[in-house]
């Protein structure tokens, strides 16, 4: 059995948002925790689980970190050698654009046990719980995952190199970039090509727009729609059965079931 005190990280994803898109394990994780250390995606209602844990938020809000990646770390460290099991849970899976990775490596080299729950990531859940399937026989081979913020705050350049495929591209913390996302895939491909954009995915407070590349930036205004949001880009969106209504208002003519006949 596991000595509480044994200085531990285990970074845990909390999925998308809906409470119920947490694993088993992620759970266990929270009920045996001394400390949790969460961030602004996570769904608060999950820490119900940590029962006997102290809980400290450690994320951005309006714009402000509460605390810097060094002092995140920092925390961890000074955390686990005083009350034993830190869980560090974050949005969706902790190796997608969450910096599960440094955290772990940070930690391994103060001699801290690590251990890491895998979450369902907003990439991968947020699409395919509006009913977009990222791949789909005879359309998509293939997606992408990219950020639209990299460290030096800039458009991940792979953007220029997917819009270039047929691959299904699904854009992170992009909102920003929009406008400079649409003018790549109108030099790079079709006007017309097919794009969701979802915000607060599976919570609540979800909203989502579905165009192409030249109206996308006028319904996301019409829509106020903005981070956290996913941007989803390909044929597949066109062929999935819950977006199927604006499709046929939109693209009557050349609309079809695909999606009926994998
Ligand atoms: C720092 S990244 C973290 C991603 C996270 N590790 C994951 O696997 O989902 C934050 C970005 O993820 C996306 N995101 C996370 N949760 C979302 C949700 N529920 N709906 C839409 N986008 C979401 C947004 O693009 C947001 O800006």
């Not at 920003?176 to 006007?191: A, M, Q, S, W």
């Not at 996308?216 to 981070?227: G, R």
Request: aromatic share 6%; net charge negative; proline share 3%.
């Amino acid at each position: 059995m596991q000595n509480s005190r044994t200085p531990k990280l285990t970074v845990v994803g909390a999925g998308p948002g809906d409470v119920e898109l947490i694993t088993l394990k992620a759970i266990k994780a929270l009920e045996n925790a001394d400390v949790v250390l969460y961030d602004a995606l996570v769904n608060e209602e999950l820490l119900q689980y940590a029962t006997k844990a102290e809980i400290v938020f450690v994320g951005k809000r309006l714009g402000c970190h509460a605390y810097t990646q060094d002092q995140i770390n920092e925390l961890i460290v000074s955390m686990a050698n005083r009350y034993g099991h830190v869980v560090r849970l974050k949005g969706g899976d902790p190796f997608i654009f969450g910096r599960g990775s440094e955290e772990i490596e940070y930690s391994e080299k103060f001699g801290l046990e690590t251990a890491v729950v895998p979450g369902i990531s907003s990439a991968l859940g947020v699409p395919a719980s509006v009913g977009i399937s990222l791949t789909q026989r005879k359309v998509a081979e293939s997606f992408w995952v990219i950020t639209g913020t990299t460290s030096s705050h800039e458009l991940s350049k792979d953007v220029h190199l997917a819009s270039k495929s047929a691959a299904t591209v699904v854009i992170l913390m992009g909102m920003h970039k929009l406008n400079e996302i649409v003018g790549i895939y109108k030099t790079n491909r079709t006007d017309d090509l097919p794009i969701a954009i979802i915000q607060n995915g599976t919570k609540n407070s979800e909203q989502k727009v579905v165009g192409n590349i030249s109206s996308i930036t006028k319904l996301v205004a019409e829509k106020n729609i903005s981070s956290p949001a996913i941007i989803v880009i390909g044929e597949v969106v066109k062929n999935t059965s819950k977006l199927t209504s604006y499709f046929q208002e939109h693209f009557e003519d050349e609309f079809i079931f695909q999606n009926l006949n994998l």
